[in-house]
């Protein structure tokens, strides 16, 4: 093409680059920019931004699906619009897995645990399982767009949240601190320290003197300091201790004294700064309006009719002729569903105690990984004082107390009366730990590692919500989690199919815990399988 | 409202308490705050989901390996290096060789302290991550 000539020889460069993907644009509209900016190397996103096209039919070929998450419900949806007949079985009287919200009437009662019944008020509700979706996993935003499911922004990073550290030491050690102060003075005085040195000429630069002033002057810029001597005195930004008003008082307001050097080293409340977001953690994402279930319901409505609910799969037997899967149905009766193949999406740390025919190896794989302990909570609060008396809108408070991980404020219903904050999110042990307690328990947990922060947090409290996903029945675990030697030695192995059984999930992807992982996993495997159909 | 003062921080950090230094934990102390929400309050496990720590032959074998099992983790559970001492881990793994049926040596701190620095065959756990 010729195009292709005008990107390269010595006159490629921003100009023809840009050419070139307008020209994209006329010959096949955003796809094909999409398509073409991959090739230039301005990748956006995850590896499939669209379901796998499967030409021919299924020719009513019939397709067991084990579990209707997200992974199950995406193989569903699309193996049913080319022609298989599909049949889900899902061991919970609902769709979704672990795409759930909790609002008023939710009920979950973990394995060893007691009862719980959610009493938000009606409208409010906790994002237990997931909560946030990145802007490059396309797959998810694929169907959130098909399903006209509406997406507002998740606010991932707020500067004018607190960070609470209580194991530094000095002055801001167990003080709720802005995160934007920590971020302007970390960077404020890390910046005069170094521009004064580069300026004397104290650091062996392989630079020129241009680009030495060139630097200096970018670090003025990013730590806001003074150009006449290079100091920091604090910046804007990080806030008024008067903002500035009307008339003469307050008028033009007072800014606030920055910390010094040594006490931000000393809080480490640093640590939760870094100079760019992560690639999975960017500082504003998307959720969907409502609660992140709406895309399970989403995916409910063009599926559900296939769906057998409260049908727990106890078999699965496969031979030359096809797949025989035993389970008992929602009246506790078991019951049999045959079909070609098996697309099989329960979660590793469920299946491996489900007699299944496959091989040794395979069985082997499925034993080597591990599923995370993760701990959640939402707190009804009578009041948004964080937002009222804290001027806090969405984003999290970062904390290093014990068995909390971090808390977060809602961003929906900005001031409105009530709302829900995510009491804690914990990993590991420290989930572990914190899911013997009892409902009640856990919540006086949260409320009082809240208060430390708001003193408004206990009065305000009014009923919770807490799940501990590795004692939840059908997950048993909050996501996969592989270790280099399992990505290494067994992966590979589930991800290729044994005889006629195919597994999906969040586990068979590299964006595990991410219900990404899920929906491409499920492309995948279908893909995979149709190409078999059709040999 | 004048101004936006910075009254409830500073309230908040009146009220933060001073860390107390809290007496040793006893083994079933550890092993209710850490262990029982998994392998439940008696070590009973639940079938399918966690194992029984009860009349468990690994739990009453090699004092070396139980001991590197609590350290680095296994299967869905989590690693305990940083969260307990070595005086600790010797603590709960003593109380439940000793428990519901189980009869074993105890474990001593120093077994653990050399668990602690042999190399973990399969390299250190990623850190979790939030998602
Ligand atoms: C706390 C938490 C936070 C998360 N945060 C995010 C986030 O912010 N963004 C994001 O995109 N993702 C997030 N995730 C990950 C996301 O939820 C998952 O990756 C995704 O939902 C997994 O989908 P799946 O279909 O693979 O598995 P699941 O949703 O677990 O589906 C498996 C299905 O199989 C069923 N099943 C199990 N056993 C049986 C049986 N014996 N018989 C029949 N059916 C059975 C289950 O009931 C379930 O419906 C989070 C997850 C958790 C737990």
Redo the contacts with the bound molecule.
């Keep these: 093409m010729a195009m292709m000539d005008e990107t390269s020889g010595p006159a490629a460069g921003v100009l023809t680059r840009r050419r070139f993907i307008e020209r994209l644009g006329l010959v096949g509209g955003t796809t094909m920019i999409l398509a073409g900016m991959e090739a230039l190397g301005f990748g956006i996103g995850s590896a499939h931004a669209a379901p796998p096209v499967l030409t021919g039919s299924g020719n009513g070929k019939s397709i067991v699906v ?7 419900m995406t193989a569903a949806y699309e193996l049913t619009k080319s022609g298989y007949k599909v049949t889900v ?4 009287s609902f ?5 759930q919200s909790a609002r008023a009437g939710v009920t979950i009662t973990e394995l060893g645990g007691q009862a719980q019944t959610c009493n938000f008020d009606d409208g409010l509700y906790i994002n ?6 990145p802007y490059h ?1 396309r797959s ?1 935003l694929h169907y959130t767009k098909t399903f006209r499911v509406p997406l507002e922004l998740f606010v991932n990073d707020n500067d004018n949240s607190y960070v609470y550290f209580e194991k530094g030491t000095g002055p801001l050690a167990g003080k709720p601190i802005r995160k934007g102060q920590i971020a302007a003075d970390a960077r404020g005085n890390a910046a005069e320290l170094l521009a004064k040195v580069v300026n004397k000429g104290g650091l062996d630069l392989p630079m020129t003197q241009e680009d030495r002033d060139l630097f200096v002057a970018y670090l003025v810029n990013e730590g806001y300091l003074s150009p006449k001597d290079l100091a920091y005195s604090g910046a804007e930004g990080r806030g008024y201790e008067i903002h500035p008003g009307a008339g003469v008082d307050p008028g033009p307001g007072k800014l606030t004294t920055p910390y010094s050097m040594t006490d931000v080293l000393h809080s480490k409340t640093w640590s939760v700064l870094t100079s760019v977001a992560g690639y999975e953690q960017q500082r504003t994402m998307f959720q969907p309006v409502g609660g992140m279930d709406r895309i399970a319901k989403a995916f409910e409505k063009q599926v559900g009719h296939l769906i057998r609910y409260s ?3 106890q078999k699965i037997k496969q031979s030359d002729a096809g797949v025989e899967v035993a ?1 008992t149905d929602s009246d506790g009766k078991p019951a049999v569903v045959k079909g070609d193949y098996c697309i099989c ?3 590793l740390s ?1 299946l491996k105690s ?1 007699d299944m025919n496959v091989s040794a190896p395979f069985k082997e794989a499925m034993n080597n990984v591990a599923y995370a302990p ?1 701990g ?1 909570i939402g707190l009804q609060m009578k009041r948004r004082f964080w937002e009222e008396d804290h001027a806090i809108y969405g984003g999290h408070v970062h904390t290093d107390m014990r068995d909390i991980g971090s808390m977060s404020l809602p961003s929906t219903g900005f001031q409105s009366q009530k709302g829900v904050i995510l009491g804690y999110y914990q990993f590991g042990n420290e989930a572990a730990k914190i899911s013997a307690k009892t409902p009640a328990e856990r919540a006086a947990h949260a409320v009082a590692a809240g208060q430390k922060i708001f003193p408004e947090y206990a009065e305000n409290f009014e009923t919770a919500f807490s799940v501990a ?1 590795h004692r939840v029945a ?2 048993l675990g ?2 996969a989690e592989w270790k280099e030697d399992g990505r290494r030695d067994y992966y590979p192995t589930l991800c290729k199919p044994d005889g006629r059984i195919y597994l999906a ?3 068979l992807s590299y964006m ?7 929906i491409e ?1 499920a492309w995948q495997q279908i893909a995979h399988l149709h190409r078999r159909v059709m040999a | 409202m004048k101004s936006l003062i910075l009254a409830g921080p500073m309230i908040a950090s009146l009220i933060s308490f001073s860390g107390a230094q809290a007496a040793p934990a006893t083994g079933a102390a550890l092993f209710a705050e850490n262990c029982a929400a998994c392998h439940q309050p008696k070590g009973e496990g639940i079938a399918g989901a966690f194992p029984a720590l009860a009349k468990n032959a690994f739990v009453k074998g090699d004092p070396k390996v139980v001991a590197a099992t609590i350290l680095n983790g296994r299967g869905g559970m989590p690693s305990f290096r940083s969260d307990l001492s070595d005086a600790e881990i010797a603590a709960v793994l003593t109380f439940v060789r000793a428990s519901w049926g189980n009869r074993a040596v105890p474990i001593t701190p120093v077994v653990v302290a050399s668990a602690r620095s042999a190399k973990v065959a399969e390299g250190p756990r990623k850190i979790m991550q939030a ?1």
Excluded: D, F
């Design positions: 084990l579990g209707a998450g997200l992974a199950g079985l899902e061991a919970r769709a979704g897995g672990r795409c237990h399982g997931p909560w946030r979706i996993h998810t049908s727990v799969v389970y999406t329960i979660p469920v489900i993760v959640k996903w059908y997950n909050g996501w999930g969040e586990h595990t815990g991410w219900q990404a992982g899920a996993s | 998602h």
